[in-house]
C-alpha cells in the first residue's frame, strides 16, 4: 500500500509539473509578419506642406511636367517644406499627375518654378 501511495504522489507530483511548465511556455505561433506602412496620402501631404504657405488654388494654377514639379518641390524643401524624401516622392507623382503641363507647352525646358 504504501508503494501505491509514493507511485501516486509521484504521478501527481510529476503531473503538477508539467502543467506548470505549460503554464509558462508561451502558445507556439507563427512569428509576426511586418506590417506594411500605410499608404502616404499626397493630398494629405499637399495641405500639410504646401498649403500652409500657398494655399492648394495657387497650387492648381500651376501646371508642369515631372521634371519641373520635382524641382520645385526640391526647391521647397530647401526653403524649409517639412517632407522626408517618400513623402516628396508621393507629392511629386500626385502634382505631376493632377497638374500636368500642357502638351503642347511640354516641349520647352525650362524649369517652370512659380
Known sequence: MRGRL????G?????AASVALA???PPSQAPAQPQAPPPLDPVAILKDACAMCHGVDFIAEHRKD???WDFTVRRMIDKGADLNPDE???LID??????PKPAAASAGGAHGVQ
Do not use: N
Not at 509514493?6 to 504522489?9: E, G, M, P, S
Not at 504521478?11 to 503531473?15: F, P, T
Open 6 to 9: 509514493i507511485a501516486a504522489a
Open 11 to 15: 504521478v501527481a507530483a510529476a503531473l
Open 23 to 25: 503554464a509558462q511556455s
Open 66 to 68: 515631372r521634371d519641373d
Open 88 to 90: 516628396a516622392a508621393a
Open 94 to 99: 500626385y502634382l505631376a499627375k493632377t497638374y
